[in-house]
Structures are given as structure tokens and as C-alpha cells.
């Protein structure tokens, strides 16, 4: 089905977005407790930022992470970079827009921490890559993973998981 037919029929855009969501916190957890058994002292440097500011100041946290974050990161990673590569190769597509993704959220933190927290960072974001650009292709539509993005980082500013 097409971007318009998505819209109507909201049914499949929602069945989507709740898969996208389910699937990326399932991986995401799994991950994040494979690790935390592994290596308890480890957190991760990005996560403990955003809730540190969002501590300071709430309102423009959630206006950043929540409203203006993902449209700008969704336009970027899926409907630039995602897109592009989809028509020439699926598996190009996934794997050099999960790794930009990626490496976005861990660029701030080079020469600032061990190479082996980066590297464990970098890995956490793999399942958000994964599941955005899957949001992407089944909900054909930008709208899809932007609306899982902003989920995901609500969720996250709120220490609902």
C-alpha cells in the first residue's frame, strides 16, 4: 500500500508504530540486560545527558527530544540516507544507516570515554536503526518512524523503562 493509502487507513499506520515500538524496546532491553549482566558498571553516556538535562529543565528537554529531535534525525537517517541506498541495495540501506545513526549518538563522547563504553553505546543503538528503518519500509511513510522516535524519546525523558 502507499504513503496516502496509509493515511487511510489508520489502522495499518498504528498497527506499525506499535510494532516498530515492541519490537525496538524487546531488542533494546534484551540488549541492555546482556550487557548490564555482563558488564554492571556500564551506562550509557548518552542516556545519563539527556536525563541529566532533562532534570534541569524538563520542558525544553521534551520540546527537544521529543518534537524537534526526530522529525530532523528521521529526515536524515531513513528518508535521506535509508532511501537512497533502499533503491540500490536493502542491505546497504540498513546497514550504513544503522551505523550514521549510530555513530551520531556516540560522536559527542570520543576521546571523553573508554573506547569499549563507545563501542557498547554504539551497539545499543543498532535495535533503534533497525526497527526505525523497518517502520520506514512497512509503514512507507516518514511520519511512521518519526512518531516511533518521539515515543521512544518520551519514554526515555519520563524513566518510564
Not at 506499525?16 to 540488549?31: E, H, R
Not at 546497514?95 to 576521546?111: D, K, N, P, V
Amino acid at each position: 500500500h502507499s504513503a496516502k493509502e496509509a493515511f487511510l487507513h489508520p489502522i495499518l499506520l498504528l498497527q506499525t508504530v506499535i510494532l516498530g515500538l515492541v519490537a525496538y524496546f524487546a531488542c533494546t532491553q534484551s540488549l541492555t540486560f546482556i550487557i548490564g549482566k555482563l558488564l554492571p558498571s556500564y551506562s550509557n553516556y548518552n542516556d545519563e545527558a539527556i536525563s541529566a538535562m532533562s532534570r534541569g529543565n524538563y520542558f525544553l528537554t521534551f520540546i527537544g527530544t521529543v518534537i524537534l529531535v526526530p522529525p530532523v534525525e528521521e529526515c536524515l537517517y531513513r528518508g535521506l540516507i535509508f532511501r537512497n541506498l533502499y533503491k540500490k541495495s536493502h542491505w546497504a540501506a540498513y546497514c550504513i544507516s544503522i551505523a550514521a545513526f549510530a555513530c551520531l549518538h556516540i560522536l559527542g563522547y570520543i576521546g571523553t570515554y573508554p573506547v569499549k563504553d563507545l563501542i557498547l553505546a554504539f551497539l545499543q543503538y543498532i535495535p533503534a536503526g533497525l526497527w526505525l528503518a523497518w517502520s520506514y519500509i512497512k509503514g512507507e511513510s516518514i511520519f511512521v518512524p518519526v512518531i516511533i522516535h518521539s515515543a521512544v524519546n518520551f519514554i526515555t525523558i519520563r524513566g518510564i523503562l
